[in-house]
């Protein structure tokens, strides 16, 4: 192991730690709370980005079943993975898959780092979030950005994982700026970056900003056979941006709603937790036709069967999907009424048990 990789696995060691000692401190501090009232949360991402609005989308579907769900920000699929897997009253949280393969590659000698992995399990996959990289119009490629000032988002964000893995495999050497989206939109506006990375689901709210200038600014391709290998090939089609108007080869990351493997046996607090897992699961599925008409227009291309390698579906999750679990708002529905409906489900129900080993 080179130099590099031994700092940057040290760094990446310690900011885990980090995360997990604050969550960890969260569990604690928030203990007391549960015999008052047990709360449900889903951990999501800046104001601006596709993840909180995926988030409010499935907290309003489970608000019309009674269900209150709570949308909280973060800084993204770092600290969301790091929060489900210790904050407290934390069931859900939306990250970037290859968040898991990332800590994964760390994890084998460090013991921290293995504790968080543990238990991590899927909800859904989602969809496939788009490596944004929006540059001064002067930048014609990838490679033009050795040298230059290019933010990577902040370092607890799935933006920072996944730019830094593409810079490294690229091998362009620019000065990588640790800072959010919206602080990165700022800094090009205003000439101090050169560029910056952004993953998210297009169309994301961030580049509709109308001063972004189709003759200062554009999105550039990443068309790097490395990057095309490693990552699922994308377009952002044309005219997805006001600035943007011709289709750009991009690559793509797919985003999983996640859980954790709670214990029905172990306590009240497992107990609560995999009941609070199954009853959204089964709303998202039941409600599956309605988030892709009234939802974020992602979720018409969310394909709930496309599990990504190495993510496990959750036992929770799959109590949810039962056939015979109904909650109220969804009894005497029929959804069976509809046979592709009932075929969807049967082929997801058998697909989600071949992926865990059998129901």
Same mark, same amino acid.
């Given at each position: 192991?080179?130099?590099?990789?031994?700092?940057?696995?040290?760094?990446?060691?310690?900011?885990?730690?980090?995360?997990?000692?604050?969550?960890?401190?969260?569990?604690?501090?928030?203990?007391?709370?549960?015999?008052?009232?047990?709360?449900?949360?889903?951990?999501?991402?800046?104001?601006?980005?596709?993840?909180?609005?995926?988030?409010?989308?499935?907290?309003?579907?489970?608000?019309?079943?009674?269900?209150?769900?709570?949308?909280?920000?973060?800084?993204?699929?770092?600290?969301?993975?790091?929060?489900?897997?210790?904050?407290?009253?934390?069931?859900f949280g939306i990250v970037q898959s290859d968040v898991l393969e990332y800590l994964r590659t760390y994890a084998s000698n460090d013991p921290e780092i293995a504790r968080t992995i543990a238990g991590v399990r899927i909800a859904f996959p989602l969809y496939n979030e788009e490596v944004h990289l929006l540059a001064r119009s002067n930048i014609g490629s990838l490679a033009d950005l050795a040298g230059k000032?290019?933010?990577?988002?902040?370092?607890?964000?799935?933006?920072?994982?996944?730019?830094?893995?593409?810079?490294?495999?690229?091998?362009?050497?620019?000065?990588?700026? &640790? =800072?959010?989206? @919206?602080?990165?939109?700022? /800094?090009?506006?205003?000439? $101090?970056?050169? !560029?910056?990375?952004? *993953?998210?689901?297009?169309?994301?709210?961030?580049?509709?900003?109308?001063?972004?200038?189709?003759?200062?600014?554009?999105?550039?391709?990443?068309?790097?056979?490395?990057?095309?290998?490693?990552?699922?090939?994308? &377009? =952002?089609?044309? @005219?997805?941006?006001?600035? /943007?108007?011709?289709?750009? $080869?991009?690559? !793509?990351?797919?985003? *999983?709603?996640?859980?954790?493997?709670?214990?029905?046996?172990?306590?009240?607090?497992?107990?609560?937790?995999?009941?609070?897992?199954?009853?959204?699961?089964?709303?998202?599925?039941?409600?599956?036709?309605?988030?892709?008409?009234?939802?974020?227009?992602?979720?018409? /291309?969310?394909?709930?069967?496309?599990?990504?390698?190495?993510?496990? *579906?959750?036992?929770?999750?799959?109590?949810?999907?039962?056939?015979?679990?109904?909650?109220?708002?969804?009894?005497?529905?029929?959804?069976?009424?509809?046979?592709?409906?009932?075929?969807?489900?049967?082929?997801?129900?058998?697909?989600?048990?071949?992926?865990?080993?059998?129901?």
């Open positions: 192991m080179s130099l590099f990789q031994r700092s940057r696995r040290a760094i990446f060691a310690l900011r885990v730690g980090v995360l997990t000692a604050l969550a960890l401190a969260g569990l604690v501090a928030a203990g007391p709370a549960f015999a008052q009232q047990f709360e449900k949360n889903i951990l999501t991402g800046g104001p601006t980005g596709t993840y909180i609005q995926f988030g409010r989308d499935i907290a309003r579907i489970a608000g019309e079943c009674g269900l209150t769900l709570n949308v909280r920000e973060s800084a993204g699929s770092l600290e969301n993975f790091v929060g489900v897997r210790q904050r407290s009253f934390t069931q000032r290019v933010a990577v988002g902040v370092e607890d964000s799935g933006t920072y994982v996944t730019a830094t893995l593409v810079l490294d495999l690229t091998e362009v050497a620019a000065e990588r700026v &640790t =800072i959010g989206p @919206d602080e990165s939109l700022r /800094q090009l506006l205003a000439g $101090e970056i050169d !560029a910056f990375f952004y *993953v998210a689901g297009a169309p994301t709210k961030l580049f509709q900003d109308p001063r972004i200038s189709a003759d200062r600014f554009h999105l550039l391709a990443l068309t790097d056979p490395v990057l095309q290998a490693v990552y699922t090939p994308a &377009t =952002i089609a044309a @005219d997805t941006y006001p600035f /943007q108007s011709d289709p750009v $080869e991009a690559v !793509a990351v797919k985003a *999983v709603l996640m859980t954790y493997e709670y214990q029905i046996g172990k306590n009240g607090y497992h107990r609560a937790s995999c009941d609070a897992v199954r009853s959204i699961s089964h709303l998202v599925l039941a409600k599956f036709a309605e988030l892709k008409e009234t939802g974020h227009p992602k979720w018409t /291309q969310v394909d709930l069967t496309d599990i990504p390698p190495g993510w496990e *579906v959750g036992a929770c999750v799959n109590m949810g999907l039962d056939p015979e679990f109904t909650l109220p708002c969804t009894r005497n529905t029929a959804p069976a009424a509809e046979p592709a409906m009932s075929a969807a489900n049967a082929t997801y129900r058998r697909r989600i048990c071949d992926a865990i080993g059998g129901c």
